[in-house]
């Protein structure tokens, strides 16, 4: 059963009352790339928890000595029903996607990729860069727009500085910060935030939004709630407030948050849909359009999907195989 309301009732605690069922989520080792893999830690998604807000996907790397693993070499590879958040704290990366757009990641700047009905990117170190170093990001999009034209945006937000903080809103909107990118998906919020050491830093957030706090560089507490280095703090809707305390090291955080996103989402690989049928269509179409499998009859006539690609680039990822199951939906 999928929930339509796009925002559910809340209980709103008073003002400046602070939301204590803070839950910590600790990240999972993945291995991204060749012999010689980049290690991501993973803390969205989980069996636990597969949303916050539209967020569902959070990887988090380095800092990663390129010498010793390569960096990030990901290959031409697709996505639907999602858009992409690279947001870097050292290096640099050559993103190259299919709707024409090239552009360099690099550290404080935002780099958004709307997949909609479809697109194909690759993510490429480079060669100059030593260390490397950031999170990237995914949201799902929601019914209304997920079938939409794929864009792609840059931003660079200004810092604003605060007693015990200085803050880069990248996407919505905090602190009378305002990201002027058009997500396609309402109310949503990411910025990081670097604190100085010791600080204690009380932030107005939306009462309706459920909250995300990424220990990027050290532990941090959330509403009182220890966070260690690396794990994901999420914060139900109710409160108006939220309250983060660095190490006597200082911290920097990411920090996320949304309204529930209200439907139910399949998520296998790089696709986003709906139900296990729409998965398999995605895959298909994908494997049809980039050579690794016949083409159906019933393609032809039909708009590609995931579009061209200049041919001078890496060989594209082949999808894997899909499981002998039908894929389950998340809440």
Same mark, same amino acid.
């Given at each position: 059963?999928?929930n339509l309301?796009r +925002?559910?009732?809340?209980?709103?605690?008073?003002?400046g009352?602070?939301?204590t069922?803070?839950e910590? /989520?600790?990240?999972?080792?993945?291995?991204?790339?060749?012999?010689?893999a980049?290690?991501v830690?993973?803390?969205?998604?989980?069996?636990?928890?597969?949303l916050?807000?539209?967020?569902?996907? /959070?990887?988090h790397?380095?800092?990663?000595?390129?010498s010793?693993?390569?960096g990030m &070499?990901v *290959?031409r590879?697709?996505?639907?029903?999602l @858009?992409?958040? +690279?947001w =870097?704290?050292?290096? %640099?990366?050559d993103? =190259?996607? +299919?709707g024409g757009?090239a552009?360099?990641?690099? *550290?404080?700047? =935002?780099?958004?990729m709307?997949?909609?009905?479809?697109i194909t990117?690759?993510e490429?170190?480079?060669? !100059?860069?030593?260390?490397?170093?950031?999170?990237?990001?995914?949201?799902?999009m929601?019914?209304a727009?997920r079938?939409?034209?794929? @864009?792609?945006a840059?931003?660079?937000p200004?810092?604003?500085q605060?007693?015990?903080?200085?803050v880069r809103?990248?996407?919505?909107s $905090?602190?009378? +910060?305002?990201s002027?990118?058009?997500t396609?998906?309402p109310?949503?919020?990411g910025?990081e935030?670097?604190?100085?050491?010791g600080a204690?830093?009380r932030?107005?957030v939306?009462?309706?939004f459920? $909250?995300?706090?990424?220990?990027?560089?050290?532990?941090?507490?959330v509403?009182g709630?220890?966070?260690?280095?690396?794990?994901?703090?999420?914060?139900?809707?109710?409160?108006?407030?939220?309250?983060?305390?660095?190490?006597d090291?200082? !911290?920097?955080?990411? =920090?996320?948050g949304?309204?529930?996103?209200?439907?139910?989402i399949?998520m296998?690989?790089n696709?986003?849909g %709906?139900?296990?049928?729409?998965?398999?269509?995605?895959?298909?179409r994908?494997?049809?359009?980039?050579?690794f499998e016949?083409?159906?009859p &019933?393609?032809?006539?039909k %708009?590609? $999907?995931?579009g061209?690609?200049?041919?001078?680039q890496?060989?594209?990822?082949p @999808?894997?195989a899909l *499981?002998?199951?039908?894929?389950?939906?998340?809440?």
């Amino acid at each position: 059963m999928t929930n339509l309301e796009r +925002s559910p009732d809340v209980e709103v605690l008073d003002a400046g009352e602070l939301c204590t069922d803070t839950e910590v /989520l600790e990240p999972r080792l993945v291995p991204l790339g060749g012999p010689r893999a980049m290690t991501v830690y993973r803390t969205l998604p989980q069996k636990q928890r597969s949303l916050v807000g539209a967020w569902c996907f /959070l990887d988090h790397y380095g800092p990663d000595d390129v010498s010793e693993t390569g960096g990030m &070499q990901v *290959p031409r590879h697709p996505h639907t029903g999602l @858009a992409t958040v +690279s947001w =870097l704290f050292s290096g %640099r990366i050559d993103h =190259l996607d +299919s709707g024409g757009n090239a552009a360099a990641v690099v *550290p404080g700047e =935002l780099n958004l990729m709307i997949a909609g009905r479809g697109i194909t990117h690759q993510e490429l170190s480079d060669p !100059a860069t030593t260390t490397l170093h950031g999170v990237q990001l995914w949201y799902a999009m929601p019914d209304a727009t997920r079938f939409g034209e794929n @864009a792609f945006a840059h931003y660079e937000p200004e810092p604003v500085q605060i007693p015990g903080a200085t803050v880069r809103v990248f996407i919505g909107s $905090l602190l009378d +910060s305002v990201s002027p990118v058009d997500t396609r998906t309402p109310d949503l919020l990411g910025a990081e935030l670097i604190l100085d050491p010791g600080a204690v830093v009380r932030l107005p957030v939306r009462a309706d939004f459920e $909250l995300a706090v990424l220990a990027e560089s050290d532990d941090v507490t959330v509403n009182g709630a220890a966070v260690a280095h690396r794990s994901l703090a999420y914060v139900p809707p109710g409160s108006d407030t939220i309250e983060i305390t660095a190490s006597d090291a200082g !911290a920097r955080i990411i =920090l996320l948050g949304g309204v529930p996103l209200g439907e139910q989402i399949v998520m296998w690989w790089n696709f986003v849909g %709906r139900d296990h049928d729409e998965i398999v269509e995605f895959r298909r179409r994908y494997q049809a359009e980039l050579g690794f499998e016949p083409t159906d009859p &019933q393609d032809v006539g039909k %708009r590609a $999907l995931f579009g061209e690609f200049p041919p001078d680039q890496p060989k594209p990822l082949p @999808a894997p195989a899909l *499981p002998g199951v039908r894929l389950r939906p998340r809440e």
